[in-house]
């Protein structure tokens, strides 16, 4: 028994095509880790650093840094977040 193997070109493009979209999905994956990674050492690094006492208006670049206020509560301001 003999088989014969034929070269099919529509079946050959389309394993072609799914194996570069398999790279290129992979690769993105990587880089999305590498993304998350950053911002998690950042948000790290600016838990471990020591609340900013504000008075007034905020001074700076305040993301992923704890800060103090002291305020007053105002009833009838009631936000709700």
């Known amino acids: 028994m003999r088989l014969a193997w034929r070269f099919r070109l529509i079946p050959f493009l389309v394993t072609v095509l ?4 398999g790279i290129a999905l992979g690769q993105w994956q990587d880089r ?4 998350k990674l950053a ?14 006492v ?15 206020l002291r305020g007053q509560f105002v009833p009838g301001w009631v936000i709700y977040l």
């Open 54 to 68: 504000l008075a007034g208006a905020a001074q700076g670049d305040l993301t992923f840094r704890r800060v103090r």
């Open 32 to 35: 999305r880790a590498h993304d």
């Open 18 to 21: 799914l194996v570069a979209l």
């Open 39 to 52: 911002l998690q050492a950042k948000m790290a690094q600016g838990a471990l650093a020591a609340p900013l």
